[in-house]
């Protein structure tokens, strides 16, 4: 159990670099064992859910190592196509393994993924793509077998712009015969990290980041090397922090347009945001103006897993925000937590409704998931009094190095173990 002590009230000062992104980390970790390919990939985070890719790359006979912020992976040793319940467990995106693995095997075994419990989060989408590109799938339980003599490219219509189906369906369509052609598409700047990783592979991939994406299959370069692109979401939670608790925070190494409708949110509250091509800094005087209403929407909308960190940034702005949550049904599991600090949240279905109030007072407090639990910590900071968050690893799964980042712009933070 890990347990935060944040005593607040001290404004943040200083610069940053942020970390490399956990979500683009983990579907390129999987697509290594596409190819029998020695992959070096940089800037990667030293976090829960990477080293959990990585021991499930180990199982499947891959060597695979994280040294710092670089991990070395030899995908060539590869001989199994099944991942066991225990490693599919701890974390949402390990089902990003199946497509991968079919490219290789032609077959994939493995359980529904675990993670976060923000709700239902099906894989139909995933299995209807997959299936109608030649994959004869059996669902057992919670156990999904997959198998594909021959994937064939074609014509697939997303129902929804889901990131976890669309790279799935990448990974796969790099062995398929022919032209796989994916409309309504996820256009995160992850999606185009991993398109630009199979580039690197061999393949052939165009449209990327935008809602129609064209794969033509692959042929195979022994070694490649990739750099991880910053966590916008992390960089997020650090100007969030910033204006939560207030002060001068420059962020390094970081891409503005890949969070800009937080930044603009952040900007209408009353922050002064400067931008440079890599670097963002944020400027707040701790006394924020509710911005009215938010609804959190797939890229290039506002992201649903900013949507808790901002929250907890305007729980004293002056005057009332509306947030409407369209992606996730369990996306205010932070709400009850965040009241115990006197924050004024109403909560009804999709649509949460803060109040701004004069103060916040520290109180004892339960992380539920991820982004909720950085949403305590950033609370916590303009908080008055000490908060202690007990949270059963959840934080430490997307944020590395989060309290030692924090205390070095000048937080009175601590992680217990």
């Not at 712009?161 to 032209?179: C, F, H, R, Y």
């Not at 100007?239 to 503005?256: H, Q, T």
């Not at 290039?300 to 901002?310: I, R, S």
Request: hydrophobic share 40%.
């Amino acid at each position: 159990m890990d347990i935060w002590h944040i005593r607040g009230g001290n404004r943040l000062e200083g610069a940053c670099f942020v970390q490399g992104s956990k979500n683009a980390s983990l579907p390129i970790i999987a697509a290594a064992v596409i190819s029998p390919a020695r992959s070096e990939l940089m800037n990667v985070p030293q976090l829960r859910d990477v080293d959990a890719s990585l021991r499930i790359l180990r199982h499947l006979g891959c060597t695979a190592e994280q040294i710092g912020n670089d991990v070395y992976i030899d995908s060539g040793p590869l001989a199994e196509n099944a991942i066991p319940h225990s490693l599919m467990l701890e974390m949402r995106s390990s089902v990003i393994f199946m497509g991968a693995l079919l490219a290789r095997c032609g077959e994939a075994r493995l359980s529904l993924p675990g993670g976060c419990q923000l709700g239902r989060r099906p894989i139909d989408i995933h299995l209807a793509a997959l299936r109608q590109m030649g994959a004869e799938i059996e669902e057992n339980g919670g156990e999904i077998s997959c198998r594909a003599v021959r994937l064939q490219g074609t014509q697939l219509h997303l129902p929804f712009p889901s990131v976890g189906a669309t790279e799935n369906i990448m990974l796969a369509a790099t062995a398929a015969e022919g032209e796989t052609v994916i409309h309504g598409a996820a256009r995160e700047p992850e999606i185009a990290a991993l398109g630009e990783y199979l580039r690197r592979m061999g393949c052939r991939i165009y449209g990327d980041g935008t809602d129609t994406i064209v794969i033509q299959g692959h042929a195979c370069e022994p070694e490649l090397s990739y750099r991880i692109i910053p966590d916008r979401i992390v960089a997020s939670t650090f100007a969030c922090a910033a204006a939560a608790a207030g002060g001068d925070v420059e962020l390094r190494g970081v891409d503005p347009e890949h969070f800009s409708t937080v930044l603009h949110v952040l900007k209408r509250a009353g922050c002064d945001i400067m931008c440079t091509k890599r670097s963002v800094r944020v400027r707040s005087g701790g006394q924020l103006t509710a911005v009215g209403d938010i609804c959190t929407r797939p890229y290039p909308g506002f992201p649903t897993d900013a949507q808790p960190v901002l929250m907890a940034a305007l729980l004293k702005a002056r005057g009332r925000t509306v947030i409407t949550e369209n992606i996730f049904e369990n996306r205010y599991r932070q709400v009850p937590e965040l009241r115990r600090l006197g924050a004024d949240i109403s909560t009804s279905g999709k649509t949460a409704e803060i109040w701004g109030v004069d103060r916040l007072r520290g109180a004892s407090l339960t992380a539920t998931d991820l982004r909720g639990g950085a949403a305590m910590i950033v609370a916590g900071l303009g908080a008055e009094g000490e908060t202690v968050i007990c949270d059963d690893g959840h934080v430490t799964r997307g944020y590395e190095h989060f309290d030692s980042r924090l205390r070095a712009l000048g937080a009175d933070i601590y992680l217990e173990h």
